[in-house]
């Protein structure tokens, strides 16, 4: 299984970026993918998650209302739509998969992902 993020950029206060994250080699239909974050010198933190198997959405507190996890079922990618997005939203972002029974019960828990990207860097100044 291989995850490709891209869209990370520069942006102003206030603006907006989509991260996409490609799946290869996808080698089961139900699965958990998320976005994780972390900023220089800081831990890695959860941002938010999608369960193919219900369409379930969860997101952390610091990003609800703002960023919006979906997925094109047809080509299999994952998206991150972030919008009025902060300085304190900078971090180098990661896209994560899952396919560990139960992880939809809390799948903001990065535990269970052992699928990860290389991380696609948001800057916002």
């Known amino acids: 299984v291989q995850l490709v993020e891209s869209g990370g950029g520069s942006v102003q206060p206030r603006g907006s970026l989509r991260l996409s994250c490609e799946i290869i080699?996808?080698?089961?239909?139900?699965?958990?993918r998320a976005w994780f974050r972390q900023a220089p010198g800081k831990k890695r933190e959860p941002v938010a998650a999608?369960?193919?198997?219900?369409?379930?959405?969860h997101y952390a507190d610091s990003v609800k209302g703002r960023f919006t996890i979906s997925r094109e079922k047809l080509k299999d990618i994952l998206y991150l739509q972030m919008d009025s997005l902060k300085p304190e939203d900078t971090a180098m972002y990661y896209c994560?998969?899952?396919?560990?029974?139960?992880?939809?019960?809390?799948?903001?828990?990065?535990?269970?992902?052992?699928?990860w990207g290389q991380g696609t860097q948001v800057t916002v100044s």
């Open positions: 080699g996808n080698p089961y239909s139900s699965n958990c």
């Open positions: 999608f369960y193919t198997g219900t369409g379930s959405t």
């Open positions: 994560a998969a899952s396919y560990s029974p139960g992880v939809e019960k809390a799948p903001l828990d990065p535990s269970p992902y052992a699928f």
